[in-house]
């Protein structure tokens, strides 16, 4: 499995070092410390079983004639004997490990085949050795001064020093790692439509120039929303005031020009409906004041406005609904445009249906026609702005009208889903957080 995260990559890579780093030690040691040490003892024991197997009288450097019984006693005063190879005292040999590279240097020395073996004996470690010299038998050499436990520290210590180091590394990978994870969420915040307060500066220098950066965006969003909003609200104003004069004047118009006045009268409505559109793609959501949202009620009383005596709106409302999080004027809105838009393009038939998810973390509004459908290619423009008539379905007059249902769905955190029906036309389905 592929590793992703930056502070998962810095883990495994760090824990990869210190392992390296632990088997070269070993390495180290065993070739640079324990390889002369054990080649110095090997030799050492050679020369002394050298001197048992040899039956001649021997002279040391001091004139001290020994003859071979002698030196045998004296082997075993440090610890050396001899035992055949199917007594019972011989059996350990027989379970233990064999040491190529000791038995190499041990047959060199002695000059005969000799296999050398290690085993774990009561008191210490024993070395066996099975020489050619000496059929039948078999010599048992305790290392008295190698035991067990002497071990345990080595591994112990070892084992506690790489916990300690690997933990040691992710305290400090995540303190590293916790301005990028408020720096994600506040990312995301962003991309929510929200605004986020000023992240504060901290780790190390890359970090905070990220940051920094981030903080300046964020502070250029809010101001460009602020401008954005004040410059709908002075069209809105400054666009409504003369067109509510013209209203006037032409309601006051004679009867001889009441064809010219009901013209006059509809262009001006279709003006507001043009401004209100707008308004409300560009108005911001305040997440502050979600509450809870009865869909089906919604969904209820959006087809019983829209619907009427030439179409009847057919629904299929959940019975054990639960309730969406989020602002029910704006999701309202949001079904209101997806029933209108399938009024206008359908052909006389339109469902509207409610339910949740088998997790119930999300509950959806499904709005159904029994239309043309819409060509596969333009499914991916059909929530664009600005887009409207044959192309994508889009709302009559400034094709907004999908576009504002898009944009309150992602302001809830919810998703929109469209795609053609097996019986022909189209259904477009929205869903809302229901936590």
């Not at 440090?78 to 059996?91: C, D, F, K, R």
């Not at 506690?160 to 180091?165: E, G, R, T, W």
């Not at 959501?285 to 030439?310: K, M, P, Q």
């Not at 602002?327 to 206008?344: E, G, T, Y």
Request: include cysteine; charge should be negative; charged fraction near 20%.
């Amino acid at each position: 499995m592929r590793i992703r995260s930056s502070f998962s990559q810095t883990i495994v890579l760090f824990f990869t070092l210190l392992v390296a780093s632990q088997v070269y030690s070993y390495y180290a040691l065993f070739n640079y410390a324990l390889m002369p040490s054990l080649q110095q003892f090997n030799k050492i024991l050679s020369h002394e079983i050298s001197l048992m197997l040899d039956d001649s009288m021997h002279m040391d450097e001091n004139g001290l004639v020994m003859d071979a019984p002698l030196r045998r006693r004296v082997l075993e005063q440090l610890g050396v004997s001899i035992y055949a190879e199917n007594s019972p005292q011989a059996e350990p040999y027989h379970h233990s490990v064999a040491i190529d590279l000791m038995s190499e240097e041990m047959s060199e020395q002695l000059g005969s085949p000799t296999e050398v073996r290690m085993g774990a004996g009561e008191d210490s470690y024993v070395l066996w050795m099975k020489i050619d010299m000496l059929p039948g038998q078999v010599l048992r050499i305790p290392l008295s001064e190698l035991q067990e436990e002497d071990f345990a520290p080595l591994f112990r210590n070892s084992i506690i020093m790489a916990v300690l180091i690997v933990l040691g590394g992710w305290l400090f990978i995540r303190l590293q790692n916790r301005p990028l994870i408020a720096l994600e969420k506040a990312a995301k915040s962003v991309g929510r439509g929200a605004i986020p307060p000023p992240l504060q500066e901290k780790g190390a220098s890359e970090i905070r120039s990220v940051t920094r950066a981030f903080n300046q965006m964020s502070k250029g969003i809010q101001a460009l929303e602020e401008d954005r909003a004040l410059l709908m609200a002075g069209i809105s104003h400054d666009l409504r005031t003369p067109l509510t004069r013209i209203r006037l004047a032409t309601e006051m118009m004679s009867p001889e020009e009441s064809y010219l006045a009901e013209s006059i009268i509809s262009d001006t409505e279709e003006c507001n409906e043009i401004i209100s559109q707008f308004m409300d793609y560009l108005k911001p959501v305040n997440r502050d004041s979600f509450e809870a949202v009865d869909l089906n009620a919604i969904a209820n009383d959006v087809a019983t406005s829209e619907g009427g005596y030439a179409v009847h709106i057919e629904t299929d409302l959940h019975q054990s609904m639960e309730d969406a999080v989020g602002n029910p004027i704006a999701i309202k809105r949001a079904v209101s445009n997806l029933v209108v838009n399938a009024l206008r393009y359908g052909n006389g038939w339109v469902k509207v249906s409610t339910g949740l998810t088998a997790d119930k973390k999300m509950a959806w509004v499904c709005v159904e026609d029994n239309g043309p459908g819409i060509d596969s290619s333009q499914v991916n423009k059909l929530f664009e702005p600005f887009t409207r008539g044959d192309t994508a379905r889009g709302s009559e007059g400034t094709g907004l009208g999908l576009a504002i249902v898009k944009r309150i769905v992602s302001q809830h955190a919810g998703a929109v889903a469209v795609n053609n029906r097996s019986e022909g036309g189209l259904k477009a389905q929205i869903s809302f957080p229901t936590r």
